[in-house]
């Protein structure tokens, strides 16, 4: 199998009845994902496959998440996804429905199988991010009036003006040359408690064969960032935090502070061990190679703290202290007294307001 990059990367950008024909497939695909309770929400050409018929394959189902398929669903919080094909209300930071974020993203593919090009353009990730939430595009003069309209109402700016999956089914465009059909309906997928417990023996039987002393002799791998993690650490992708964030509301009274360390790992947890010991106030609940769990007392007030270790680069790594269940003031108070020393003892010199050097 290949992606289907290279029709689009050999001509630039197909002419609209071979376009139909992939984006008939791409959105007969979603509507069964979205019957099956699943939304994909990392939708790109790069993980759309062609076997040698020709046919798509939707792939890479590692961001996708669950839908409630009995309620109103409840809108998702996660910023993930590829920037270019990222929906407008996913940068917000505000919650999204994931079946219109999906119809969001297939829209931006629709533009690039049409016009070669995407929508929405900027050599740098702000100016991307603004172009999308303001939604700043328009359509190439050899579009049809028709693929111009369903390119409107894909890439809707507001979710609920933006046209679902079964509507598109039922576009002019969707069905030209093709005999309209009513949009199917697919069987949810169902699996028995049997199928579930045998899949589970499968797997302890895997790592019986594989041994547990061979897992244990390897080094856990510590989870990376990527860009959108790091976005949300300076307060998420919503433009005015990442514009506005030197003014002051990013400072203090934050339920997680970070830092970057150049130390190995194992340097980092053993100093933020010995900083909490020289405190005295906090007492280790629990610990893995890449985190730590606290819990603090002050002046009879108890909070929990948990530490977790991210790397970026090999010898960048990003810490985070983040505030669990307890008093809130006990874990400001306490961060105020310990960010300091963390900062000298720990950080990268000089950070900026986002590090915890802030916490003073």
Request: aromatic share 8%.
């Amino acid at each position: 199998m290949t992606d289907i990059c290279p029709p689009v990367a050999s001509g630039g950008a197909l002419d609209e009845d071979e376009a139909r024909k992939y984006f008939r497939q791409i959105v007969d695909g979603l509507a069964y994902i979205h019957s099956q309770g699943v939304c994909h929400r990392d939708l790109k050409p790069e993980n759309l496959l062609l076997d040698v018929d020709g046919n798509i394959k939707i792939t890479d189902f590692g961001l996708s998440n669950f839908i409630d398929m009995h309620s109103k669903p409840a809108l998702l919080q996660t910023t993930c996804g590829t920037p270019y094909y990222v929906a407008p209300e996913v940068l917000n930071g505000e919650g999204y429905d994931g079946k219109l974020a999906d119809v969001w993203s297939s829209g931006v593919i629709l533009y690039n199988l049409l016009a070669g090009s995407f929508p929405f353009d900027g050599k740098r990730l702000p100016t991307l991010f603004n172009n999308i939430l303001k939604k700043k595009f328009k359509c190439p003069n050899w579009f049809s009036a028709e693929a111009k309209l369903l390119m409107g109402r894909m890439l809707a700016k507001d979710p609920k003006q933006r046209i679902t999956i079964r509507e598109i089914q039922q576009t002019a465009w969707y069905n030209h040359g093709y005999a309209s059909e009513s949009p199917r309906k697919y069987p949810r997928i169902r699996v028995d408690t049997a199928e579930a417990d045998a899949a589970l023996s499968s797997a302890a039987i895997t790592h019986e064969l594989n041994g547990p002393d061979a897992s244990a002799a390897t080094p856990v791998p510590l989870p990376k960032l990527n860009a959108f993690d790091l976005m949300n650490l300076v307060g998420g992708l919503a433009m005015n935090n990442l514009f506005n964030y030197h003014k002051g509301s990013h400072v203090s009274w934050k339920r997680f502070y970070h830092f970057e360390s150049g130390l190995p790992v194992d340097k980092i947890i053993s100093g933020l061990k010995g900083i909490m010991q020289k405190n005295g106030m906090a007492t280790l609940q629990s610990e893995t190679p890449n985190s730590m769990v606290f819990h603090v007392k002050r002046k009879g007030h108890h909070s929990d703290l948990r530490v977790d270790v991210f790397m970026v680069l090999e010898n960048i790594h990003i810490v985070k202290i983040r505030r669990g269940e307890g008093n809130a003031i006990a874990y400001y108070k306490f961060m105020s007294e310990i960010g300091p020393h963390v900062s000298k003892e720990l950080g990268v010199p000089n950070q900026g307001p986002s590090g915890i050097v802030v916490v003073i």
